[in-house]
């Protein structure tokens, strides 16, 4: 594993990110794999998926979300307000559910109570919840709103060349992790899954020039590694809520098994395919973003999700799967219902556990079913 990869899976606190704002750089946090970050590659912008890493309290949150909300967006807004994220010149808030809505007027109200806590722009990106005819033409006109208001606030010029230029680097980034993918489902996997997320994570933080150098040494690492025959760990796949919790893979395999897969908004689930390079841009980036309808805030999906969560547990050789969800996630909470009783059926072994985000998490449980479960499938 390369230790740049490593660093940005658990810090947002980067060498890269640090050089490129000296020299003149302008870094923009957004929330949501919905949002298509070619758009700020093709500005010379970087964008910085936002996280809650590091939020050990949710003191400031706590007073402008309810006690029932998910703990992610409150991590985000507790880390705001404890100015982690005062380096970004800008932010875009994406409606991925209702707790992820709220952060935009959250955020904003923070902002007023604390001077220097909102960027100098902020951003409102709104998604539909359907893929595909009038829905679709809505997000395309979404897609044209972000790029006026980003040539508008940051004054530049975002043109159909420099966008074709960021989709087909963003196509080189989905190829690699798809090769990396490939490789965990060799049995023995000469990857972990540890190594795996993080650089998973990384992508969503560091420039795409350094990633790509780091994800080709990783590449180049693990390829020809050498893994013993008799490795007869336990192959798991992790699906659910939103997950940048390195340390929940960590600890799935620290109870002896091995991570081999997973479908969360931080894994493969958005880059299933590439974006079509031909023709219309603009209309490229609309088609792939919004018609994958990976995530249960997308209507009438059910049955398409499943399937793709099905294949994946069929080529990874995954021997059980865990059903992961924040607290009051109502999206993946019910849909992991649904996945449970349907993968039983299949007769996959599933766990379901739901808990706090991040370091919130109650760790000791945790590790209790996990063992549990792990004894279970053995």
Request: with cysteine; glycine share 8%; net charge neutral.
């Amino acid at each position: 594993m390369t230790a740049l990869l490593r660093q940005a899976a658990q810090s947002i606190d980067l060498e890269p990110l640090r050089t490129f704002k000296s020299a003149g750089g302008r870094l923009i946090g957004y929330t949501c794999t919905f949002l298509p970050v070619e758009v700020f590659h093709a500005a010379g912008l970087v964008p910085v998926r936002l996280r809650g890493i590091g939020a050990e309290s949710l003191n400031i949150a706590d007073a402008y979300y309810g006690p029932f909300v998910c703990t992610f967006p409150k991590a985000l807004l507790q880390q705001v307000g404890t100015r982690h994220y005062a380096f970004l010149d800008g932010a875009v808030i994406t409606g991925g559910c209702d707790g992820m809505r709220r952060l935009n007027e959250c955020w904003r109200k923070l902002g007023a109570d604390i001077p220097g806590v909102l960027p100098p722009w902020f951003h409102y990106f709104d998604v539909p919840h359907k893929p595909d005819g009038v829905a679709l033409a809505w997000y395309q006109d979404q897609v044209r709103k972000l790029i006026d208001a980003v040539q508008n606030a940051f004054e530049v010029r975002i043109d159909e060349e420099a966008l074709g230029r960021a989709i087909r680097q963003q196509n080189r980034v989905r190829q690699k992790l798809w090769e990396l993918a490939e490789l965990r489902c060799r049995q023995p996997a000469p990857v972990s899954g540890s190594e795996a997320f993080e650089a998973l994570i990384a992508r969503n933080v560091l420039p795409p020039d350094h990633y790509l150098e780091e994800l080709d040494r990783l590449l180049a690492t693990v390829q020809n590694r050498a893994v013993p025959a008799s490795d007869r760990r336990r192959r798991l796949f992790v699906t659910g809520s939103i997950c940048d919790d390195l340390a929940l893979v960590q600890q799935i395999e620290a109870a002896g098994a091995v991570v081999v897969g997973e479908s969360v908004c931080y894994g493969l689930r958005n880059t299933s395919a590439l974006v079509d390079e031909s023709g219309d841009p603009l209309a490229a980036l609309s088609a792939h973003y919004l018609s994958g309808s990976v995530c249960p805030r997308m209507f009438g999906y059910y049955a398409e999700r499943r399937g793709v969560i099905v294949e994946r547990i069929r080529q990874t050789g995954a021997q059980g799967v865990i059903l992961q969800n924040i607290r009051f996630c109502d999206l993946h909470g019910s849909e992991n219902g649904l996945l449970e009783r349907d993968l039983e059926k299949l007769g996959v072994p599933t766990l379901r556990i739901e808990k706090e985000y991040g370091a919130l998490t109650e760790t000791g449980r945790l590790r209790m079913r996990i063992e549990a479960f792990l004894e279970q499938i053995g």
